[in-house]
Nanobody, 124 residues
Framework: QVQLVESGGGLVQAGGSLRLSCAASGLAFSFYAVGWFRQAPGKEREFVAAIEWRLTTNTQYADSVKGRFTISRDNGKKMAFLQMNSLKPEDTAVYYC????????????????WGQGTQVTVSS
């Protein structure tokens, strides 16, 4: 059974930092792209960042987080991370980790597996 479990969310003041983690099990993690998405109350889910599996230096970011967020992965530990710096109140959302064989892009449909999400709240 495939599981993706996010952790690291919480409450932080604007300008602060958080590091989200995504622990994977039940899949050959090294061969899956990883994406982070988020959903704020009353809004649609949106793409945040992605990292490929073929070439892990290939990453993508939403314009709203470029220069502030960094996605990375540790295949040996079957984990992915999202380092979030200079957080803003508009970053408040539930953050989801997703894995897909054809992922690595901003398109949610390309990710087969999803975690349950972790709440990030940024206060002003």
């Amino acid at each position: 059974q495939v599981q993706l479990v996010e952790s690291g969310g919480g409450l932080v003041q604007a300008g602060g930092s958080l590091r989200l983690s995504c622990a994977a099990s039940g899949l050959a993690f090294s061969f899956y792209a990883v994406g982070w998405f988020r959903q704020a109350p009353g809004k649609e889910r949106e793409f945040v960042a992605a990292i490929e599996w073929r070439l892990t230096t290939n990453t993508q970011y939403a314009d709203s987080v470029k220069g502030r967020f960094t996605i990375s992965r540790d295949n040996g530990k079957k984990m992915a991370f999202l380092q979030m710096n200079s957080l803003k109140p508009e970053d408040t959302a539930v953050y989801y980790c997703a894995a897909g064989r054809e992922g690595g892009t901003q398109y949610a449909a390309e990710y087969e597996y999803w975690g349950q999400g972790t709440q990030v709240t940024v206060s002003s």
